[in-house]
């Protein structure tokens, strides 16, 4: 049965963008007509260390901060989450409710046995999925690990549109609220970066519009269900 | 450098129109956008027709500090720059206010601590400048994350202290918080907290008034105190402390002074009262006999887990502190009439917001006060750590 909100929970390394992620799909659930948030959480920030990020999703107004410490979806943006350790939970999938979800970026399955049986017996559906190639393959570089990944998320969700994304990714990267006022100098440099700006945010929303397909055929294939309300209009 | 000069009678440096503290608060448009805390409090000042603001460097304030530093690229802020470290900041801050200009900053943390002289310097000045503390652990073990132990550290500065529980609060309140710090009846500075990350980091949907209208100027000439001049309050004390005299008359004018800076945050009560809507709110049913007494985002957790517990049956009620000095002491004795269970969930080990509630109620509430549950280190509280605790209290030993 479909829930009135649900709580996504995004550990990856530094650098890799799962802080960008929460922000675009928190963004692209407020377009789409949810109440949604979205906040990080990280140390020392430098690359490859450990951070995470959050996103809360609901047609209820949501009032839960911080850690997701009880998530219905947990998206591993790096093997290393799970091989060394490098998240706020362990094992990865703590706290995970019923019938949640789990998409690891990884080129090979890196679940044990017992994790299997763990998950299987809370009906959690684990996509492992190698998006960093993924990435490469669609957008030439693996910048764009975080787009294949929020693509997947959208996927599975299904009940928010491209063009929502769409928008969230744009918001993010056109800055299109931060610019007003004495801003002229800020704009011209914009406008000159503007069409490696254009290419750049095609080749984001070519990924993760990919991502999207590929992951509604896996939910077919695999059963999982509509696990979010869509949103009232 | 201030532009003063470059104002007119209807708009400030930057063209925005100027309009009072309530059209803006509660009467202009407003506009759904999707924003940061740190992002919002740019906002805000943006608003504000600041003249300076002091900055330094630390999470989770740093992105607010930067910026705030933006909106002076972009001509809304009169003069910005850096200090030296907190403590430089703070006493910066002091003389930009001293010498009559609307002034902001902003500290998390260790940053505060080691400000911490400046706080009781700005009271007995009666300076109304504004910090927003977006509140993070204190040392040692280093930590970075939100707990708000830092927030009982200034309790006695004899600053007034608000309490923003989410990045819309974080909007409305500092705008607010310039109009009544600025009062001539009350003129001490304001401490604007919000929990870091929860709010500075947090994106979510925000009402925002159009940014073409902005407060009107701080007018230093309305000061109880003249702005700095060395032969009156408050340039007077410092060029010439009485306690320099070591007589009798140095001692009565320090106390007397003390209890009129605590007495002109007593008197802030009424403008909070309206530009706030009232020192305390309180959601949830009218006829609980649980009630969890919160500030900042111990009331986010508990509206949560209020929403839960309607779920099991168990009607309760969050009544959220948004002034935490002056202490809405009045009004939380009337919210708590016929409760039987008080529970004050805290983001610190201490409790500090316990003591105060418990300070407040003793031999005026019947009601069973619990100090928990307590997170700290940066520890989130699940809606299901407050469940727990309230089923405990009244199921014992049945657990969730």
């Given at each position: 049965m479909a829930k009135d909100s649900i709580k996504i929970r995004m550990p990856g390394l530094g650098g890799q963008g799962a802080v960008t992620a929460a922000h675009i799909a928190a963004t692209a659930a407020d377009t789409e007509g949810y109440y949604a948030v979205s906040n990080p959480f990280f140390g020392a920030e430098k690359r490859m260390a450990p951070s995470e990020s959050y996103a809360r999703i609901g047609t209820v107004p949501i009032y839960d901060r911080g850690e997701v410490i009880y998530p219905d979806i947990v998206m591993i943006f790096h093997p290393q989450v799970i091989t060394m350790g490098k998240s706020y939970t362990m094992p990865f999938y703590a706290g995970i409710k019923e019938n949640g979800l789990v998409i690891i970026n990884s080129d090979r399955d890196l679940l044990t046995d017992d994790d299997k049986k763990t998950l299987s017996d809370l009906n959690v559906k684990v996509l492992t999925k190698d998006f960093t190639q993924f990435a490469i393959d669609m957008?030439?570089?693996?910048?764009?690990t975080n787009m294949a990944m929020l693509g997947a998320l959208f996927g599975a969700l299904g009940t928010v549109s491209k063009p929502a994304i769409e928008e969230g990714i744009k918001d993010r990267f056109l800055k299109k609220y931060t610019a007003s006022g004495g801003t002229a100098t800020l704009d011209s440099v914009i406008e000159k970066k503007f069409k490696k700006k254009q290419e750049l945010i095609q080749k984001n929303l070519d990924t993760a519009s990919a991502a999207f397909d590929l992951t509604v055929e896996w939910c077919k294939e695999v059963g999982f269900e509509q696990i979010l309300e869509s949103p009232k209009k | 450098m201030s532009k003063r000069s470059d104002m007119t009678n209807t708009h400030n440096w930057s063209g925005q129109k100027l309009v009072s503290t309530d059209y803006l608060l509660f009467e202009a448009p407003r506009e759904k956008h999707f924003m940061t805390g740190s992002e919002v409090l740019k906002e805000a000042m943006k608003r504000c027709t600041v003249d300076a603001s002091v900055s330094y460097p630390i999470t989770p304030q740093s992105e607010a500090a930067h910026l705030i530093g933006e909106l002076w690229a972009e001509g809304y802020v009169g003069t910005y720059f850096r200090g030296e470290n907190e403590f430089g900041v703070m006493s910066e801050v002091a003389g930009c206010a001293m010498a009559g200009a609307r002034t902001v900053t902003t500290t998390s943390g260790p940053g505060t601590l080691r400000a911490m002289e400046n706080f009781a310097q700005w009271s007995g000045t009666r300076i109304p400048c504004q910090l927003i503390l977006m509140a993070r652990g204190i040392n040692s073990p280093l930590t970075i994350q939100p707990d708000n132990l830092e927030v009982s550290y200034m309790l006695e500065t004899g600053c007034m202290i608000w309490y923003a529980e989410n990045v819309q609060e974080l909007f409305d309140m500092s705008i607010a918080a310039f109009t009544v710090a600025e009062k001539p009846d009350v003129h001490v500075p304001i401490i604007t907290v919000v929990d870091g990350f929860f709010v500075s980091h947090t994106r979510e949907a925000v009402m925002l008034p159009a940014d073409d209208i902005a407060l009107e100027p701080y007018d230093?000439?309305?000061?109880?105190l003249p702005p700095i001049?060395?032969?009156?309050?408050p340039g007077r004390f410092l060029r010439d402390p009485f306690v320099m005299k070591s007589n009798y008359i140095s001692y009565a004018t320090h106390a007397s002074w003390q209890w009129e800076v605590r007495s002109a945050v007593e008197r802030s009560r009424p403008y909070a009262e309206h530009y706030l809507k009232g020192l305390i709110h309180i959601t949830g049913?009218?006829?609980?006999e649980i009630a969890f007494v919160t500030c900042g985002t111990a009331s986010n957790q508990a509206k949560e887990a209020h929403r839960e517990l309607m779920k099991l049956g168990i009607k309760t009620k969050v009544i959220k502190l948004r002034t935490i000095r002056p202490f809405p002491a009045k009004e939380l004795l009337e919210a708590v009439q016929g409760i039987k269970h008080i529970f004050v969930p805290e983001f610190?080990?201490?409790?500090w917001l316990e003591k105060e509630v418990r300070k407040e109620l003793y031999n005026k509430c019947e009601a069973d006060i619990v100090g928990g549950p307590r997170v700290a280190g940066g520890m989130s509280m699940p809606a299901e750590a407050i469940i727990a605790e309230v089923m405990e209290k009244i199921n014992p030993g049945k657990g969730a």
């Open positions: 957008a030439g570089t693996e910048l764009a | 230093p000439y309305k000061a109880p001049d060395s032969e009156t309050p049913e009218d006829d609980a610190n080990v201490v409790g």
